[in-house]
Each structure stands twice: as C-alpha cells, then as structure tokens.
C-alpha cells in the first residue's frame, strides 16, 4: 500500500456541487498539507495542519476547507465547486521541520 | 519571497545521454527536495538533499547551500525519465510551504 492514499484519483463534478478530496497516510506524521497544481506550474499550498487540533490557511484557501479527522486522515472540501478549480489536487506528509515530504498520487478534478 | 529558479526549461535527449539539472534559489533555505512528476502526473520524490551529495542508482544530487544552487544529474537516460523534474524548498522562517521552481521538461526518446 501507498504511504499516502488519495481518494478519488479522477473526479468530473458539476458548477455548484459539494465535492470532498480524501487523504491517508500510513507514515504516522503529524503534518499534512493539500496542494493544487495548475496546468504548467508548480503545487500552490490550499492548507495544512500539524495535529487534529491545528490547522492553518495556506496561500491559495478562499473557496475550499478542510477536516483532520484523525492523525492519518485530512480531508479536503470544496463547497461549491467552480470551473477555475479544475486542477490537479495533491496530498503530502512530513514528519517535522527538519523533514522532506511524501506526496500522494493527485487527484486530477474536473469542474464542469 | 524567495524565487527558485530551474534550468534548461526543456530538455530532449536520446536514450543512453547524460543530463544536469540546475536549481538556483535567492535566499536561505532549510529543506530541498527533487521531484520527478510522471507523464500520469504523479509526484515522485527522488531526493531530500538539503545539502551535499546523494545517490540512488542512475540519479545523484548535489547541493551547495551556501551558493544557493542544487543540481540532479541523470545518467544513461531511459524513456521513463521523462517528464517535469522540480527542485522544492523551504525557508527557515516559512509558514511551513514548500516553494516549487519552474520545472524542466525532459524527454527522452528511443
């Protein structure tokens, strides 16, 4: 199994529906973060939490949310979903600071 | 903010060549890494090389934190090395983001 799993790996949503991204890991880290990639450029950070109990905006957050639901699990939402949101979403670990990351396989969404 | 800047853009390459890799970047870093995202657009994590010298089979990284720059070195190139490499960092005083570069396009054919 993946030390990060993501769920979906593809996703066609209607404007205007509630579409939520999962993420697990096995690797027993602490911090997680969900990222979107754009066509043609490098991953934009949405969130990311260093425990259940902390979770903190990133630079690109208007227009999603998230849940940590358990040490191994981060939830990605959209509430509305809009055509702009169409990218490829991406989950990662890290153990601490001093750390690299481990990312998941995306999730490639498609907001129609 | 920092930028982190990768060269060549784009790289073709014949089957069996040699390439380097470049990442510059402007400011002070705590963390690089190097990425190889697949033609599926899976992120894969080659290295964590904040500073000095890895290998791992035909790949190898170096980097040399005080002038600010890291190269990847790919050696008997294969058709499944292509795709977009990225170097990423973090800085020491971030909010904890990692800071993609511009990527290189490499491809490799037969």
């Known amino acids: 199994d993946a030390d990060v799993t993501q769920t979906p790996r593809n996703r066609i949503t209607k404007t205007g529906k509630r579409i939520m991204l999962e993420c697990s890991q096995t690797k027993g880290h602490d911090r997680m973060y969900w990222y979107r990639q754009d066509p043609g450029l490098g991953l934009r950070l949405i969130y990311y939490?260093?425990?259940?109990?902390?979770?903190n905006k990133g630079e690109i957050s208007d227009g999603y949310s998230v849940s940590r639901q358990a040490q191994a699990k981060f939830s990605l939402s959209l509430e509305s979903a809009i055509p702009n949101q169409t990218a490829l979403y991406f989950c990662?670990?890290?153990?601490?600071?001093?750390?690299?990351?481990?990312f998941g396989s995306g999730t490639r969404l498609t907001v129609v | 903010g920092i930028q982190v800047e990768q060269s060549p853009p784009d790289l073709i390459l014949q089957e069996g060549a040699n390439s380097t890799l470049r990442c510059n970047f402007s400011?002070?870093?705590?963390?690089l890494q190097w990425f190889h995202q697949n033609t599926w657009g899976q992120l894969i994590n080659l290295f964590y090389i904040p500073s000095g010298t890895k290998q791992n089979g035909r790949l190898s990284a170096t980097t040399v934190a005080t002038e600010r720059y890291s190269l990847l070195y790919i050696s008997s190139s294969q058709t499944t090395d292509s795709g977009v490499y990225f170097c990423a960092v973090d800085l020491w005083e971030s909010t904890d983001k990692l800071i993609f570069g511009t990527g290189t396009r490499l491809q490799v054919f037969p």
């Open positions: 939490s260093f425990d259940v109990k902390d979770i």
């Open positions: 990662a670990t890290r153990r601490d600071s001093s750390g690299g990351y481990t």
């Open positions: 400011d002070s870093v705590n963390n």
